[in-house]
Each structure stands twice: as structure tokens, then as C-alpha cells.
């Protein structure tokens, strides 16, 4: 049979017996050009005559004749099969469909639920062990603290030292350094007195002496006022300023 290119027109001469096994990807030799070849229509089965009287002689079929082979316009001449490429179209393979797994999203889903358990506990975990830090940072969230039993308020901020004055005197024979005040429960409830710091400054502010004033009772009720005195003999030096700050208890103690 005779395989005709579709681009360059070049013709081959090939035996039909090279498409027994159905369609060949054929490649011209001369462009390159490359396409399927579907083997040659089966010629239809002779019918049968009608039936053979002594008047009616069958006459001999006739010789068949090769008819020349006609050529494109601008073609070249049949060449040999030799020149063609011949190459058999491999068969498409159909993939079955695989199942859908419905177990792999649930898998996902648990997955990325563990996931953001953990971060909201690591958060949590975080806000709570560094609440002390974020309360003094931010004093806004100190009421969310205290509300769950942290970041309990200091004692500066419940009880107030107030009308603080500090005066040499002769006492007995000797001088003495007098430092007096009082305490206020600024607080709605009942809030225990703890010691109070003293520090006394010298001219250049640095700390000369230092003592502690123990309260005069353990509890001062809501909105109440405590006054306190104490007094040190003979100052170590020129004492030009006081600063008295009340000493911080644990929070299980407020």
C-alpha cells in the first residue's frame, strides 16, 4: 500500500502487512512529520450470482491491472519502506478510578484539631506563668488577672502611707531621728499590715541608715487609718530626706 505524508507530500511504498496489528505512528523521514496511519480498508465479500443455468455461462474474471500510481503535484517519487518510521501506537491503558477515603479528612481534621488544642494551652500556659510581667507591662489586664486569683493588686496599691514627717529631737539626752505617719486602708475589705522599710538619706542620696517599723496590729479594716512612729538614736550622719515603702508580702498573704 502507499502512505502519502500529510506535510511534505513524499510518498512510501509499504507492505499492508505492517498494519496486522492495527494503527502504526508513522514518521517521514524527509520533514519529520509525524501521524497515525490506520491500516487499509478490508475490501466487501463477493457477492454470490444468481444461479447458473445451461443459457447463462460464467464468464472468466479479468486479469487484474496495476493501475500507475499517481502522485501530488510537487512530490517526490514512492520511496522505500525503509525511509518511513514505523512505530506501533501503544495502547491507552484506563487507570480504574480509585475510591474516595473518607478516613483521610477525618485523619486531617484530627490532626489540625490536636494542633490548635495545643496552641491555645501553650498560650494559655503562657499568659499564666508570665502574668506578672504582662501585668506590669500592661496594667489594663491586672483586673483579668485578679479576677482568676492572679496578679493579686500590691500592698502599695491597697494600703497608703500619709501625712509622713521626719524631725531630730532631744529625747532622754540624746538626739533621735523621729519618723512618723499613717497608714490608710484605701481597700473594701480587711487587709493585713505588713513592716514598713525606712530609709535614711544623706545629702548626696545615698542611703545612711535603714530600718524596719513592725505595725502596731496585724489587720487594718476597710477605709481605716493606723498611725505608726518610730525613731533611731544618733543618726550616722547629716539625714536630709526619709523614704519609707511598705515591705511586699506573698500574694496568699494579702
Given at each position: 500500500?502507499?502512505?502519502?505524508c500529510?506535510?511534505?507530500k513524499?510518498?512510501f511504498?509499504v507492505?499492508?502487512s505492517?498494519?496486522n496489528?492495527?494503527v502504526r505512528?508513522v514518521?517521514?523521514?524527509?520533514c519529520q512529520?509525524?501521524?497515525?496511519?490506520?491500516p487499509?480498508?478490508?475490501?466487501?465479500?463477493a457477492?454470490?450470482?444468481?444461479q447458473?443455468?445451461?443459457?447463462n455461462k460464467?464468464?472468466?474474471?479479468?486479469?487484474?491491472?496495476?493501475a500507475?500510481v499517481?502522485?501530488?503535484?510537487?512530490a517526490?517519487?514512492?520511496?522505500?519502506?525503509?525511509?518511513?518510521?514505523l512505530?506501533?501506537?501503544?495502547?491507552?491503558?484506563?487507570?480504574?478510578?480509585?475510591?474516595?477515603?473518607?478516613?483521610?479528612?477525618?485523619?486531617i481534621?484530627?490532626?489540625?484539631?490536636?494542633?490548635?488544642?495545643?496552641?491555645v494551652?501553650f498560650?494559655?500556659?503562657?499568659?499564666?506563668?508570665?502574668?506578672?510581667?504582662?501585668?506590669?507591662?500592661?496594667?489594663?489586664?491586672?483586673?483579668?488577672?485578679?479576677?482568676?486569683?492572679?496578679?493579686?493588686?500590691?500592698?502599695?496599691?491597697?494600703?497608703?502611707?500619709?501625712?509622713?514627717?521626719?524631725?531630730?529631737r532631744?529625747?532622754d539626752?540624746?538626739?533621735?531621728?523621729?519618723?512618723?505617719?499613717?497608714i490608710?486602708?484605701?481597700s473594701?475589705?480587711?487587709?493585713k499590715?505588713?513592716?514598713?522599710n525606712?530609709?535614711?538619706?544623706?545629702?548626696?542620696e545615698?542611703v545612711?541608715?535603714?530600718?524596719?517599723?513592725?505595725p502596731?496590729k496585724?489587720?487594718?479594716?476597710?477605709?481605716?487609718?493606723?498611725?505608726?512612729?518610730?525613731?533611731?538614736?544618733?543618726?550616722?550622719?547629716?539625714v536630709?530626706?526619709?523614704?519609707?515603702?511598705?515591705t511586699e508580702?506573698?500574694?496568699?498573704?494579702?
Amino acid at each position: 500500500m502507499i502512505i502519502v505524508c500529510q506535510s511534505c507530500k513524499t510518498s512510501f511504498l509499504v507492505p499492508a502487512s505492517v498494519f496486522n496489528n492495527g494503527v502504526r505512528l508513522v514518521r517521514c523521514a524527509r520533514c519529520q512529520h509525524t501521524w497515525r496511519e490506520f491500516p487499509p480498508q478490508k475490501g466487501a465479500a463477493a457477492q454470490p450470482t444468481s444461479q447458473q443455468t445451461p443459457h447463462n455461462k460464467v464468464s472468466p474474471a479479468p486479469v487484474p491491472t496495476t493501475a500507475p500510481v499517481q502522485t501530488a503535484k510537487g512530490a517526490e517519487p514512492i520511496k522505500e519502506p525503509s525511509a518511513l518510521d514505523l512505530t506501533e501506537t501503544p495502547a491507552i491503558s484506563k487507570t480504574p478510578k480509585t475510591p474516595f477515603d473518607w478516613n483521610k479528612p477525618l485523619y486531617i481534621l484530627k490532626v489540625s484539631g490536636l494542633f490548635a488544642g495545643g496552641m491555645v494551652l501553650f498560650l494559655i500556659a503562657g499568659l499564666l506563668t508570665s502574668h506578672r510581667y504582662i501585668a506590669e507591662t500592661w496594667p489594663s489586664t491586672k483586673p483579668y488577672y485578679q479576677s482568676i486569683g492572679l496578679g493579686k493588686p500590691a500592698v502599695s496599691e491597697l494600703l497608703i502611707l500619709q501625712n509622713v514627717t521626719s524631725e531630730r529631737r532631744y529625747i532622754d539626752g540624746a538626739m533621735q531621728l523621729v519618723v512618723q505617719g499613717e497608714i490608710h486602708n484605701k481597700s473594701q475589705k480587711t487587709q493585713k499590715i505588713p513592716p514598713i522599710n525606712v530609709e535614711a538619706l544623706g545629702p548626696d542620696e545615698r542611703v545612711i541608715q535603714s530600718w524596719r517599723i513592725p505595725p502596731a496590729k496585724a489587720t487594718l479594716s476597710a477605709d481605716s487609718f493606723l498611725p505608726f512612729s518610730s525613731s533611731i538614736v544618733s543618726p550616722e550622719g547629716t539625714v536630709t530626706e526619709v523614704n519609707l515603702t511598705f515591705t511586699e508580702m506573698p500574694n496568699d498573704e494579702h
